[in-house]
């Protein structure tokens, strides 16, 4: 088996289900996928592109004013942000075991002299810190590991931005709520996790979870 390399989303799969992780990283079998929605890439892009312009002024959006963007800055590096920011030359993080970890920032935040891992986030309807924490945990302790692995002190905190929409106005104008969650990172969550990652790998096929419905069709389609 060669060296895997892993992203946050990779081991989302692993926090929810070993064999379906395992089918995908060692016989390439992927789970059934549908048809990517365009409109979440549409409105990265398009934020990013909003919070480049205050970039490129040394100036925060003004509707950031809430308590957890006291003291913050946006990452003032424009052109290491970009590389940062596409998959193929985003931060990594070696296990110096032959596992890899590596992805692609939505933004970063400096507060003094120290970095917080910015993401901005598209939901149909305000969201709640526990769903937060539930779904982006593990992807910001990530991203602090790679941070933190790339010479750049921690700030012990991440800052998820949520846009949902609000009410629509005249050609076509939307009005969106702009939530800030913080959730606290952890390098050392996210070590532990690829080190079972990676001996979950090592092993025998996981046996089926009977929770998971992608189990089920692997099974069917195997049989069949």
């Known amino acids: 088996m060669k060296p895997a390399r ?3 989303s990779s081991l989302n799969l692993f926090r929810d289900c070993t064999r379906c992780f395992w089918l ?3 016989k390439g079998v992927r789970r059934p996928r549908g048809i ?3 409109l979440p890439g549409g409105m990265d892009l398009v934020i990013k592109t909003y919070f480049d312009g205050f970039r490129g002024n040394g100036r925060m959006p003004p509707e950031l004013s809430a308590a957890a963007f006291d003291g913050a800055a946006l990452f003032p590096d424009q052109a290491k942000l970009d590389l940062w920011r596409n998959w193929r030359t985003g931060l990594e993080y070696q296990d110096g075991l032959g ?7 939505d933004d970063l935040l400096v507060k003094g002299d120290r970095y917080l891992p910015f993401d901005y986030k598209t939901k149909g309807s305000p969201t709640t810190e526990d769903d937060a924490r539930r779904y982006y945990q593990s992807q910001m302790d990530c991203y602090a590991l790679m941070l933190e692995a790339n010479g750049m002190p921690l700030h012990g905190s991440a800052i998820l931005l949520y846009y949902s929409p609000k009410t629509v106005g005249g050609e076509g104008g939307v009005r969106f709520t ?5 959730l606290a990172v952890d390098p050392a969550r996210a070590r532990q996790m690829l080190a079972a990652a990676a001996a979950l790998l090592k092993g025998p096929l996981p046996v089926k979870s009977e929770s998971c419905e992608y189990c089920g069709w692997f099974e069917q389609m195997t049989r069949g």
């Open 6 to 8: 892993l992203s946050p």
């Open 24 to 26: 995908e990283k060692v």
């Open 178 to 182: 702009v939530q800030p969650v913080t």
């Open 99 to 105: 596992l890899s970890l590596f992805g692609a920032l």
């Open 36 to 38: 990517f929605p365009s």
